[in-house]
C-alpha cells in the first residue's frame, strides 16, 4: 500500500468521501427515504423520519467503510485507486470510524419501536457478514437476496407502519436483491477472477450472471403483476401497469444495449442502471399499492 507521510486535512477528507462509496450509498437513501415517505403519508412525524433515514445512513457508511477496509489487501492487485491503497486513509482509521458508526447507529435507533431496531440489525448482520468473507463466495447473492428486502421493511416499521404486503416484499425483494449482487459484481468480475473469487457472479461466468440478472428483473416484476391479477394485494391498476410496462422494456433494452458477447468488461453504469430500473419497479409498485 502507498503510504503518504504528510496528508494534509483535505486529502483526508477526499479519502473517506470515496471510502463511504458515495453513488451507491446515494442510491440507498434516496430508496429507503421514499419508502419511509410513503409510509408515513400523509401524516408524516418528520422527526421519526430524520431518526429512520439517519440511523440507517450512519449504517449504510458503515458497511462502505468496513468493505474497503476488509478488501485492502485484494485492492493492492486490482485496484490501486482506492482510498486505503492508495494512502489517503489509513487501515486503522477506515475500521475505527466504521466502528463508531454503528455505535451512532444504535444510538439512532433506540428511540424507535423494537421491530425497526431488529430489522435494522439483521441488515447489519448480513452486509457485515458479506464484507467479511461472504462476499468472495457464491453465498454472497443470498446475502442480498435476504438484505434487500429488509430496506423497505425497516423504512415502513421504523415509521410504525406496518401493513400484510410487506410479507410480499421479501420475496420481490430477494429477487431484486440478487440481480443487484450480480450486477454490481459483473463490472469487476475480470478482477474478482484474477484473485480467485468464487462470487455467484464467477460461478455463473459473465453470460450466465448477465442473463440471470435481467431474468431476475423480469420475474420480480412478473411477480408483482400475479399478486395483482389474483388480488392477493391489491393495486391501482393503471399506475401497475405503466410500472410494469416501463420494467419490462428497460431490462430488456438493457439486455440489448449491454450484451456480453459485446464485450466482456461490463462498465459500471450498468449497475446504476439496473438500481434504477429496481427503484421505479418497486417504488411505482408501492406507490400503487397506497394510493
Same mark, same amino acid.
Given at each position: ?17 470515496? @471510502? ?5 450509498? @446515494?442510491? =440507498? ?39 474497503? !477496509? ?10 490501486? !485507486?482506492?482510498?486505503?491503497? =492508495? ?62 428486502? @429488509? ?9 410504525? =407502519? ?37 462470487? @455467484? ?46 420494467? !419490462?422494456?428497460?431490462?430488456? !433494452? ?38
Amino acid at each position: 500500500m502507498r503510504i503518504i507521510k504528510k496528508r494534509r486535512p483535505v486529502d483526508l477528507l477526499f479519502g473517506f468521501f470515496l @471510502l463511504s462509496h458515495p453513488g451507491p450509498v @446515494l442510491l =440507498h437513501m434516496i430508496a429507503v427515504s421514499l419508502f419511509a415517505l410513503s409510509a408515513g403519508w400523509p401524516h408524516i412525524s418528520w422527526s421519526t423520519f430524520t431518526l429512520v433515514i439517519m440511523a440507517h445512513l450512519a449504517m449504510q457508511l458503515s458497511i462502505a467503510f468496513l468493505n474497503d !477496509y476488509c478488501d485492502r489487501q485484494r485492492d493492492v492487485l486490482s485496484k490501486k !485507486y482506492k482510498p486505503i491503497v =492508495h494512502g489517503l486513509v489509513r487501515p486503522q482509521e477506515a475500521l475505527i470510524v466504521g466502528i463508531l458508526l454503528m455505535i451512532i447507529m444504535l444510538f439512532l435507533l433506540l428511540p424507535l419501536n423494537p421491530l425497526a431496531i431488529l430489522t435494522s440489525l439483521l441488515y447489519l448482520a448480513c452486509m457485515q457478514s458479506y464484507n467479511l468473507g461472504l462476499k468472495v463466495t457464491p453465498l454472497s447473492g443470498v446475502v442480498f437476496a435476504l438484505a434487500i428486502p @429488509l430496506i423497505p421493511v425497516y423504512a415502513f416499521v421504523g415509521m410504525g =407502519h406496518f401493513a400484510p404486503f410487506l410479507f410480499w416484499i421479501v420475496p420481490v425483494g430477494a429477487l431484486i436483491g440478487v440481480a443487484f449482487n450480480l450486477a454490481n459484481a459483473l463490472p469487476d468480475f475480470e478482477e474478482d477472477a484474477a484473485s480467485h473469487a468464487r462470487t @455467484l457472479a464467477i460461478v455463473l461466468g459473465v453470460q450466465g450472471a448477465f442473463i440471470v440478472c435481467s431474468l431476475l428483473i423480469l420475474l420480480a416484476a412478473t411477480l408483482i403483476a400475479i399478486l395483482a391479477i389474483t388480488n392477493l394485494v391489491s393495486a391501482q391498476p393503471w399506475i401497475l401497469l405503466a410500472t410494469l410496462i416501463f420494467a !419490462y422494456i428497460a431490462t430488456i !433494452y438493457l439486455f440489448i444495449l449491454f450484451k456480453p458477447q459485446k464485450s466482456k468488461q461490463v462498465p459500471k453504469i450498468y449497475f446504476y442502471l439496473v438500481v434504477f430500473i429496481c427503484l421505479v419497479l418497486a417504488g411505482g409498485w408501492l406507490v400503487s399499492l397506497l394510493v
